[in-house]
């Protein structure tokens, strides 16, 4: 079966991304981890033309990369279809950080340079398509980081960077020390978290023309507590043939930001159907209607 047209994001002059992007931050909660699954919901996401898949060295307490990594060993042909985006930065007692004392920040070039490597080695790949910084980190030296990050594009270990969660005086501080550019600024943005619209995060990305990627693009299914909002997108998903979730995810993908969400499901039923927001049309009217339900209250 031929993949459905789905967009894609050009971040670098070498780097393009698919417009939806499976997120595995979950995989590890799965019942089944085995190879043959985890290879079954990737292949489930290429039959409809979504390549990317998200990834972070924290995601299941430091596991996800390995069990994701484990699918791609078993099936090497697999590593040439897909771009890996994977984050590091945030260190928590667990797994191979079991012994430090508490959950902090690390930005340091010793600490990026060995998330990378661990996430090469559990990937079971040579090359990162896309390191993301996970969090802004209040003790960040970007005369330390940015040469890290700069090193590994260098390399050839990285393909490109950015970072995730960063407000702009954060990203713009960051690439003040860098020779790469930073491609993109992975933040939370949904119907039920739309403060990026008006404080300035979408704006600062837009006016530099980086593509930004929203992770929990259904407010980790809090909007479907919202019954104004569920009203207003189960009639326009029955007026277009399509689940609630898709009309979610189609409001983000008519923003002109050239939004990337990052969608996590183990269900395999449910990553088939991922692609379904692509074929959504969201008017102006139809943006601000959603918009209204969401935020509780009309534009002044």
Request: some cysteine; glycine content about 6%; overall charge negative.
């Amino acid at each position: 079966m031929a993949p459905h047209h789905l967009d894609r994001i050009q971040l670098s002059p070498d780097l393009q991304l698919s417009r939806l992007v499976y997120g595995m931050w979950r995989i590890g909660d799965d019942a089944d981890t085995s190879p043959k699954h985890v290879q079954a919901k990737i292949e489930a996401c290429l039959a409809q033309g979504i390549t990317t898949m998200d990834q972070a060295d924290i995601y299941g307490g430091y596991t996800a990369e390995a069990i994701f990594g484990a699918a791609l060993k078993a099936s090497p042909a697999l590593r040439d279809k897909i771009e890996i985006v994977t984050k590091c930065g945030i260190v928590a007692p667990a797994g191979r950080h079991s012994a430090v004392r508490g959950k902090h920040y690390d930005t340091s070039a010793a600490h990026i340079t060995a998330s990378v490597e661990a996430s090469l080695r559990d990937m079971a790949t040579d090359y990162i398509d896309l390191l993301l910084i996970h969090r802004p980190d209040p003790l960040m030296d970007p005369d330390e980081t940015g040469p890290a990050l700069d090193a590994l594009v260098v390399s050839g270990k990285v393909r490109a960077v950015g970072v995730s969660n960063f407000r702009p005086w954060d990203f713009s501080l960051l690439q003040s020390s860098m020779e790469a550019e930073l491609v993109t600024n992975q933040i939370e943005v949904s119907l039920v978290a739309a403060d990026a619209f008006t404080n300035g995060d979408l704006a600062y990305l837009q006016e530099r023309g980086i593509a930004p990627m929203a992770w929990s693009p259904l407010g980790g299914g809090s909007l479907f507590k919202n019954e104004s909002l569920m009203s207003v997108l189960e009639r326009i998903a029955a007026e277009q043939g399509v689940e609630a979730t898709a009309v979610a995810v189609a409001w983000l993908l008519a923003h002109p930001a050239a939004i990337l969400p990052v969608l996590g499901t183990n269900n395999l039923a449910r990553i088939a159907t991922i692609a379904d927001a692509a074929k959504v049309t969201i008017d102006r009217q139809s943006w601000f209607e959603l918009y209204t339900a969401a935020t509780g209250k009309q534009v002044p």
